[in-house]
């Protein structure tokens, strides 16, 4: 056989050709062991022993078993009709309507959909596609969804770092805080910022917290970027928790915006700590930032918030502590903030 003595070299993870099984074949005969004959084709003695076991058959009523080259090919060919991509979507429609519902009626992400459908109980795992193929099929148009319906997916971009400096430090830095808070284990420790609306004229801001471990998330209106009132709704906060107030707000952290600077002095009507951000180094604080993202959704950047009435600021307070979310376990923030709420209520009685 003339192709035996080809020079054509194997390349590494191209498959075996009909004359490279017709080599395999003929060495076999002459009583080559598989690392041998990889050798020569240049393969893998895995790869030549896996086609030795596709393409033997039985000769003499099973009494002898040999490698055929031929029937290796058929094997080889009848697999690579297989090899495809294969969609779910016609088996698994359901799935995609419960997932295309929840998406616009309750906005939640597609992994929430996902994961939600298997803690409620609504389907088996056999029934769904996982995150990542929902994701595909939105690139590949084979949903209603598509990836201009996707804000994070679309608003993400690496910003370059920048160098500032001269920036005020209001009080106790976040240096000082305990590793401990990192962790997100205990319950109590807050981060605080402001949202506001538009920056020509007088208008209302938002005072945002959330609660590092549960994502608790409130939005609390407040009189602009004034310090005055910004203590005074945690002054209101504090008023509703009464003796609980230490239980529940154990630590805020803030950054060094100037309507925080009378924030150091909650230390000294509670046991409260404050701890500050490093200047510019919002990522310190990005619970919070995340989910000022969210409230984006509805209060875009330039709106007065003073054109938003207090239903509607309630509306998406519900909302973001209603998702169920991958972190929590596809838990909401509300049933983990309430569990603690009477587990610290129960203690205390």
Known sequence: MDYLHSTTEHRKGKHLSFEERVVI?????????????????????????????????????????RYKAKTGQAAYEKNREACCRHYDL?????????????????EWSLDVCAHRAL????????????????????????????????PEKLRRSPKKAQVRKNKRV???????????????????????????????????????????????????????????????????????YGEHWDDIFKTITTDNGSEFSLLSDLEDLSKTLVYFAHPYT????????RHNGLIRRFIRKGRRIDSFSDEQICQIEVWCNSLPRKILGYSTPDELFEDELDRIYTVAA
């Open 25 to 65: 074949q003929t060495r076999l005969k002459d009583g080559w062991t598989p690392n041998r004959i990889a050798g020569e084709i240049g393969c893998a003695p895995n790869t030549v022993r896996n086609e030795i076991k596709r393409g033997t058959v039985a000769l003499y009523r099973g009494k002898v078993f």
């Open 90 to 106: 016609l088996e698994k429609r359901a799935f995609i309507s419960y997932v295309e519902e929840h998406f616009f009626e309750d």
């Open 119 to 150: 803690k409620d109980g609504s389907f088996t795992r056999e029934q769904i596609v996982c995150t990542k193929t929902l994701y595909n099929y939105a690139d590949l148009g084979l949903l209603n969804i598509r990836n201009i319906d996707l």
């Open 170 to 240: 209001l009080g106790r830095s976040i240096e000082e805080r305990p590793a401990s808070i990192d962790d997100r284990t205990e319950f109590g420790h807050w981060e605080a910022d402001l949202v506001i609306g538009s920056k020509s004229g007088n208008d209302d801001a938002l005072l945002t917290m959330i609660e590092r471990k549960t994502r608790e998330y409130w939005m609390i209106r407040v009189p602009g970027r004034d310090p005055n009132g910004v203590m005074e709704a945690l002054r209101e906060v504090r008023s509703q």
């Open 282 to 289: 919002s990522c310190e604080k990005g619970s919070v930032e």
